[in-house]
C-alpha cells in the first residue's frame, strides 16, 4: 500500500508542475488576446478552463494527501504518523527477536535488527518459530489434522537436528520442542517472552495463509507436463537449463520453498511443470517453474528460471 501510494505520489507531482505551468501560460495569453483581439468566446473559453481546471487538479492532489494521512502514512516519505505498515517475513521476524532483544544479554550489545542483514535474522530461532507457525498455519487450511502437521513439519525439520524423544502433540508444545532442539541458546525459561512471540507468529501466519489463499498461484494456461513426486528432483536439474528467451536465469529453488510443495501436498494434489508463454520471455519477463496443482487451480509455485 505504501509502495503504491509513492509511486502515485510521483506520478501526480509532475503532473500537478505541467498543469501549473499550462494554466499560467493559459492566463497570460489570454491576457494577450484580449489586448490584441476582441475574440469574446477564445477568452471566455480559456477563461473557464482556468477555472475549472485549476481547482480540480489542486483538489485531487489534497484527496491523495488526505487518503495517504488516514491510514497513517507521511507522503514523500517511508515514515507513519501511527499504526504499522503491513507486515512481511522479514518485518515481522524484526519485531520478533527486538522482543528478545530487550531482556535477552546475548542480543543487548548487538545492534538492532533492523540493521542486520537478511541472512543473520534467518539465523535465528524466531526464524524456527516463523517458519514453523507459517508452515502449521497452511497445513492446517489444507485440511490436515494437528497431529498430521505434527507430523509432516517433524520429518522436514528432524533432517537437521534430531532428538531421541517423541515430539509433542499440540502445535504449541511442538514450536516449544523444535527451538530447544534447534536453539538451545533461546531462553525457553522466559514463559512471558515465548508466548508473545508465539503471539506475533501467529497473526503473521493467518495473515499470510489468507492471502496464500485469495491469490492465484500461476494462470492454469501456463501448465505444460504433469510430474510425480518422485520425478520431482530430477526435473529439477533438467530444468537447469537457460531458456528460451534472452538472460535466461536459474534459480536454485529454497529450502522452505520445496517444504512448502511436499508438505502441502495431499494423495489427490498435482505437481505440474509450467512455463509463461513466448512473448513473455521476449519482453524480458519470463517464468519457468513446478506447481502444486489442487483440484485443477495451482496454489503454490516454484520459480526455477526466469529473465
Not at 241 to 259: C, N, Q, T, V, Y
Not at 267 to 274: A, H, M, P, S
Request: charged content about 30%.
Amino acid at each position: 500500500m505504501q509502495a503504491a501510494a509513492m509511486e502515485w505520489w510521483w506520478v501526480l507531482l509532475p503532473i500537478w508542475a505541467i498543469a501549473g505551468i499550462g494554466f499560467a501560460g493559459l492566463f497570460l495569453w489570454t491576457e494577450n488576446r484580449t489586448s490584441d483581439s476582441d475574440d469574446l468566446l477564445v477568452n471566455i473559453f480559456v477563461s473557464m478552463l482556468i477555472a475549472v481546471g485549476a481547482p480540480l487538479v489542486v483538489l485531487f492532489c489534497i484527496a491523495v494527501a488526505l487518503s495517504m494521512l488516514i491510514r497513517g502514512e507521511i507522503p514523500l516519505t517511508t515514515h507513519r504518523l501511527w499504526g504499522k505498515a503491513p507486515a512481511n517475513r522479514n518485518s515481522t521476524l524484526v519485531e520478533m527477536i527486538a522482543l528478545r532483544r530487550r531482556s535477552d544479554p546475548n542480543l543487548k550489545d548487538m545492534p538492532h535488527p533492523e540493521k542486520w542483514i537478511i541472512a543473520d535474522l534467518w539465523r535465528t530461532a524466531e526464524a524456527a518459530v516463523l517458519e514453523i507457525v507459517e508452515l502449521a498455519s497452511l497445513l492446517k487450511f489444507d485440511g490436515f489434522t494437528e497431529e498430521e502437521i505434527i507430523e509432516r513439519i517433524e520429518a522436514w525439520r528432524s533432517a537437521t537436528v534430531e532428538r531421541p524423544e517423541l515430539p509433542p502433540s499440540d502445535i504449541d508444545s511442538y514450536v516449544r520442542y523444535r527451538v530447544e532442539c534447534e536453539a538451545p541458546r533461546y531462553p525457553l525459561d522466559n514463559k512471558k517472552l515465548f508466548a508473545r512471540t508465539l503471539e506475533i507468529a501467529k497473526a503473521y501466519a493467518e495473515v499470510s495463509t489468507k492471502s496464500s489463499a485469495a491469490e492465484d498461484s500461476v494462470p492454469r494456461e501456463w501448465l505444460e507436463e504433469r510430474i510425480s513426486l518422485i520425478e520431482l528432483d530430477r526435473k529439477l536439474i533438467e530444468m537447469q537449463r537457460i531458456p528460451g528467451g534472452p538472460g535466461g536465469l536459474f534459480l536454485s529453488p529454497k529450502k522452505d520453498e520445496m517444504a512448502r510443495i511436499k508438505l502441502r501436498m495431499r494423495k489427490e494434489d498435482e505437481l505440474w511443470i509450467y512455463e509463461s508463454p513466448p512473448e513473455t520471455w521476449i519482453n524480458l519477463g519470463g517464468r519457468r517453474g513446478v506447481a502444486l496443482v489442487r483440484d485443477g487451480k495451482p496454489i503454490e509455485n516454484i520459480v526455477l528460471s526466469m529473465n
